[in-house]
Structure formats: C-alpha cells, structure tokens
C-alpha cells in the first residue's frame, strides 16, 4: 500500500526484541537517517515504544496495538501534534479506548480483536478487522500533506 502510494519502505526487523532501553538507543539514527520529502513511521506493539521519538520529531505515524498502558507511551500519544493514527483492539489487554478517544487523535477500535487485531476464533471476524484496519490506514494516507 505504502510504496502504490510513492512511499519508499524501509522495515526494520529485530532478531530478539529490543528492551525499551535498547530500542530508545537504536531509535534515533533509524528516525534521522530517513531523507525522504515526506516521512511517515508505522510501527506495531513493542515498536510503539518510539512514538515518544515520532512526537518530539513532529513526524506522523500509524500506531498498531500501541502500549497505551506504558506510560511514555501514553504520555507520547497524549501529546502528539502531527497526524496520528491509532488502532487498537477492545481485547486488547495493552489498548486503552477511552484514553486514546479522549486526544482527539484519529482512533480505530476493533471490536472484540486482541493484540494480534484478530478476532480469537472467528476466522471471518478477523478477516474483516484486517480490511477495516487496511482502509482505515489508506484514508488516513489521503490526509497526510
């Protein structure tokens, strides 16, 4: 969807989770060494532990399953100025709806879906959150400058 859209990619994959410690240290030179027009960050679960970094860069995101009951995490998403997108699932044991609603953020909330945006053990459920989380995402890209 992102590179259809002229977006280049770049995806950073962990061998072993990084500690928050260890993410916040690696974070700024993944962040800074981007030099594209526009820059977008999307990250999911542990990786919502740079939204802080995203704030104080005023750089838009898409948040999956954010650790919303961590609080630099939750004190990030509060704050944030730039366009900011956060999906979480009312299962979620780490998403916090009323909070995230309360920001005046763009906010998706599955209904019934986990961490994993899945509906536990119902196969078409989890199908349709997928499609609703893909085209939420696509009209929140049409908003970006």
Same mark, same amino acid.
């Given at each position: ?14 061998? #072993?989770?990084? #500690? ?12 800074? /060494?981007?030099?594209?027009? #526009?820059?977008?960050?999307? /990250? ?13 860069? /005023? ?21 944030? #100025? ?18 995230? /609603? ?44």
């Amino acid at each position: 969807m992102l590179h259809s859209r002229g977006f280049s990619v770049r995806t950073v994959r962990w061998p #072993t989770p990084p #500690t928050p410690a260890q993410l916040l240290d690696l974070a700024p030179g993944l962040l800074d /060494a981007v030099r594209a027009r #526009t820059h977008l960050v999307v /990250a999911k679960s542990l990786s919502t532990r740079l939204l802080p970094l995203a704030v104080q860069r /005023a750089l838009p995101g898409v948040w999956l399953t954010p650790l919303l009951r961590e609080p630099q995490v939750r004190r990030a998403a509060e704050r944030a #100025t730039a366009p900011t997108l956060l999906v979480g699932g009312s299962a979620d044991p780490y998403w916090d709806a009323a909070a995230a /609603a309360a920001w005046g953020q763009r906010v998706l909330e599955v209904a019934g879906a986990d961490h994993s945006i899945e509906v536990p053990g119902e196969v078409g459920a989890s199908l349709r959150a997928l499609q609703t989380v893909v085209t939420e995402i696509e009209d929140f890209l049409d908003t970006l400058p």
